[in-house]
């Protein structure tokens, strides 16, 4: 089950990005139907810089744990903002191959916030164990 490992992965991200998607769509419609202002617009986020989140910051899962062997938070910003970068210029391949490192380090972040934290490690997944 070795080669399935990255499948796995990739179906469970695309799962994950999928649901993401349809929160987004349920919020828009309950802030329109509510009357809530919508979210900041994507030109006012590009001027964002990428940050680190907590608990306290309402990031409900996020765990205070080290990133990993040669990583640190201004590591994971830079990894972000060229992941970004490569979104915009639309090299894919880039983007995805960052992606997968963020995946392995159990990233999990939120391009819409330009917010990023950690989770507890998983087995078989990343590093932790």
Do not use: C, F
């Not at 744990?65 to 994971?76: F, H, Q, S, T």
């Amino acid at each position: 089950m070795v080669g399935n490992t990255s499948k796995n992965t990739d179906d469970a991200q695309k799962a994950y990005k999928k649901a993401k998607r349809q929160r987004r769509k349920l919020r828009r419609a309950e802030q329109k139907r509510t009357g809530q202002p919508p979210p900041p617009s994507s030109s006012s986020i590009a001027n964002l810089k990428w940050r680190r989140v907590g608990r306290e910051d309402g990031a409900k899962k996020a765990v205070d744990r080290p990133l990993g062997e040669g990583y640190d938070a201004d590591r994971i910003d830079e990894l972000l903002e060229r992941r970004t970068k490569a979104k915009g210029a639309k090299d894919y391949e880039a983007s995805d191959e960052i992606t997968r490192t963020l995946v392995k380090l159990q990233i999990v972040y939120d391009d819409d916030k330009r917010e990023w934290h950690t989770r507890a490690w998983k087995r078989g997944v990343g590093g932790g164990w």
